[in-house]
């Protein structure tokens, strides 16, 4: 059966379509109504000492959930800018003009005179279980529309929905790429600290839509998303042997990846998802190995003696970053994809572990423990420039949007005591320039976040 598919189009430039998503539709508003590709873009470092001004009434309703679900879009719309730390949302009591008439035609100086400088309008239609989301973006400045689409979809999309236009909002905004339309993997944890449960878990990256992948029969560590998002690669204690799996999340199939005799651990896809690079525990070393997932070859890439783990590869596939204590200390390398030209990176005070190359490119995250003290930094993939953006009693595991703005990473609390007895894990994210620090909404303890791409 064919499935309808998320077309994209530039809607002021008439740009050439893609594939997004299954099960959701779009196409741009009528010409007449779009407006011009100029307007207000704000630059990202301003916008964080002045965040944007943005209005965003609630959608207009029709048919019998629309007006339901036009609050719920608005609200999550409004959530994810708010969260960003870049977006002020102005506060619902201050409009002037209704959401109805908003969305018919908007009154400028009505929006101007309570300070926004932008308005999110919309209609919701839900008819049975198809939803028209009909989304337009104005510059209140100029008074002209800076984005327009349609929506038709099944009513079950609609977060996503609201995800995708937080998106468009960002980048047409900033500039930039936004990161709302993502999920997260990571473990959720419970029980006593001796006898702790791991379960491998996925979420939508608001803390929604949350759902268990495995039962926690055995424990799981470490996932990493695939670059399309519909794998993920961990290590799991199945039947007691520490080993990488795979995981589909379209059919909740696992398989062991390799055939290595010993432990495996800490696995990452390259840029492309043609392979995965991952540790291997043999005697007592641990090297870093390639593993072909077509052909399931194996190669080895490091042979030191020491231990050589958490590879992260550069988002062109060229270099790889790791930890090792190879020289004594454990320390932040990076090396060529095939294993040569091995260079240390890392010469701050203290231990460097968890490594993970942005996105963009520009910048390598990582934990550093010194003197009993976690922190959460990150350092140009020379070594230089490195700074930390955020300090704790036990912090770890960065992971980057897909954007390569914005870091999760795992906070623990030590037990109300003081005694070390107990503890929380949960997640954090925070802006690469150090600011804007947000807990994660998680229903359990939570450790090991792997941010995915976006989602179409």
């Known amino acids: 059966m064919n499935t309808p598919f998320l077309q994209r189009r530039s809607l002021l430039a ?8 299954p099960g959701i539709w779009t196409a741009p508003l009528p010409a007449a109504a779009q407006g011009a590709a100029g307007g207000t873009v704000v630059d990202i470092t301003r916008a964080r000492t002045d965040p944007i001004p943005i209005a965003i009434p609630a959608m207009a309703g029709i048919g019998g959930d629309g007006a339901r679900l036009g609050q719920q879009i ?15 949302p102005v506060e619902r009591a201050a409009f002037i003009q209704s ?19 932008a308005l999110v309008t919309g209609r919701v239609d839900a008819t049975g279980d198809r939803l028209r989301v009909e989304f337009r973006l104005w510059d209140v400045i100029p008074e002209q529309q800076a984005l327009g689409t349609v929506y038709n979809t099944t009513a079950a999309n609609w977060r996503q929905i609201a995800h995708i236009i937080s998106d468009d909002i960002y980048k047409r905004m900033l500039g930039e790429e936004g ?3 993502t999920r997260i993997a990571y473990i959720a944890e419970s029980g006593p600290r001796d006898r702790r449960t791991r379960r491998l878990a996925i979420m939508d990256q608001d803390g929604e839509n949350n759902r268990f992948l495995t039962d926690g029969q055995f424990q799981a560590l470490t996932p990493r998303f695939h670059p399309n998002a519909q794998q993920i690669a961990f290590m799991s204690y199945l039947n007691n042997q520490p080993r990488v799996f795979l995981f589909n999340l379209q059919t909740g199939r696992q398989e062991v990846l390799g055939n290595f005799g010993g432990m495996t651990l800490s696995p990452r896809f390259s840029p492309d998802g ?3 690079v991952l540790s291997a525990v043999r005697g007592g070393d641990a090297n870093i190995f390639v593993v072909d997932l077509a052909s399931r070859r194996e190669r ?48 701050g005070n203290g231990r460097y572990a968890t490594p993970v190359w942005s996105p963009r490119g520009d910048l390598i995250a990582f934990t550093r423990i010194s003197r009993g003290q976690f922190a959460i930094g990150v350092m140009r993939p020379d070594g230089s420039g490195e700074r930390i953006l955020s300090e704790g009693w036990a912090m770890e595991s960065p992971t980057f949007a897909p954007n390569g703005r914005v870091l999760a990473f795992q906070r623990e609390t030590p037990a109300r005591d003081g005694r070390g007895a107990g503890y929380s894990a949960r997640l954090s994210s925070i802006d690469i320039a150090g600011f804007n620090e947000r807990p994660v909404p998680t229903p359990t ?12």
Do not use: H, K
């Open 14 to 21: 008439g740009g050439a379509a893609t594939l997004v998503a």
């Open 74 to 88: 608005a609200a999550v719309i409004t959530q994810n800018l708010r969260g960003s730390g870049l977006f002020r």
């Open 99 to 117: 959401a109805e008439q908003a969305a018919q035609t908007p009154r400028f100086q009505d929006w101007r005179v309570i300070g926004a400088v």
């Open 179 to 181: 990161y709302f339309n």
């Open 274 to 276: 043609r392979s995965v």
């Open 300 to 347: 080895q890439l490091t042979s030191a003696a020491g231990l050589d783990v958490s590879p992260c590869f550069s988002p062109d596939g060229q270099q790889i970053v790791f930890n090792s204590d190879r020289g004594g200390d454990q320390q932040l390398y990076v090396m060529d994809a095939n294993g040569g030209s091995v260079r240390r990176i890392s010469f």
């Open 445 to 456: 303890d939570a450790t090991e976040p792997s941010w995915s791409g976006l989602l179409g």
